[in-house]
């Protein structure tokens, strides 16, 4: 095997985050659902909510199938240090658009039994974070895939941490207003607590 084939469901869905050598095709996971359940400290001992998936009946979510050259692997696992790869069926994926069978060896990473936790005021999530993830939404299925992402994700009493204007994620991006604006406006229709950034402060 000379590839790997992963399902990106949150940052991985944000093109510009990938592997320069990653190709991709948008589509859904059919018997899965995202979470507000992956949280810990990060590298500069900030506590952290991240997204991640678990098995349902009837649920799926959009994301992307993304193939790259097997020797990203380490790499990509550095990068999803919290999680560990899960098999997925192929069928389980269907594309927006006809394409060939992804073949054996699809994956999804989920989280580590030890970081399955929900994230609360010290472990929130980046509000950085969460418009990197929504802006590969945007660029993909419009607003709608903002709308549908918000519907399609479990755990929205986990508060927000308000760090962009001092962004702490490190693959952060400078979103587009009209898609911060709709942001903003998903998180207040579900009453989505929202943290100041205290470092602003100083």
């Known amino acids: 095997m000379t590839h790997i084939t992963y399902f990106g469901y949150g940052s991985l869905v944000n093109v510009d985050t990938l592997a320069k050598n990653a190709t991709h095709i948008p589509g859904r996971l059919q ?16 506590g952290t909510c991240s997204l991640t998936v678990r098995p349902k009946q009837c649920a799926e979510i959009r994301g ?16 999803e240090a919290r999680y560990e790869p899960h098999h997925l069926e192929a069928e389980s994926f269907l594309a927006d658009v006809p394409h060939s069978h992804p073949g054996s060896g699809l994956f999804v990473y989920k989280a580590l039994p030890e970081h ?14 969460l418009d990197c993830v929504l802006q590969g939404f945007y660029r993909q299925w419009g607003e709608q895939g903002v709308v549908d ?21 490190p693959r952060a991006i400078k979103a587009e207003p009209a898609l911060l604006e709709l942001v903003d406006e998903m998180m207040r229709a579900r009453n989505v607590a929202v943290i100041l950034d205290r470092s602003l402060a100083s």
């Open 31 to 46: 018997g899965w659902v995202r979470e507000w359940k992956i949280s810990g400290l990060a590298a500069n001992g900030q």
């Open 116 to 129: 399955n936790t929900w994230g609360n005021e010290q472990s929130p999530i980046l509000q950085s974070y």
């Open 64 to 79: 992307l199938l993304i193939k790259e050259p097997k020797d990203g692997l380490a790499a990509l696992n550095r990068r």
């Open 149 to 169: 992402f918000f519907e399609t994700t479990d755990g929205w009493h986990v508060p927000v941490l308000a760090d962009r204007a001092r962004p702490r994620y």
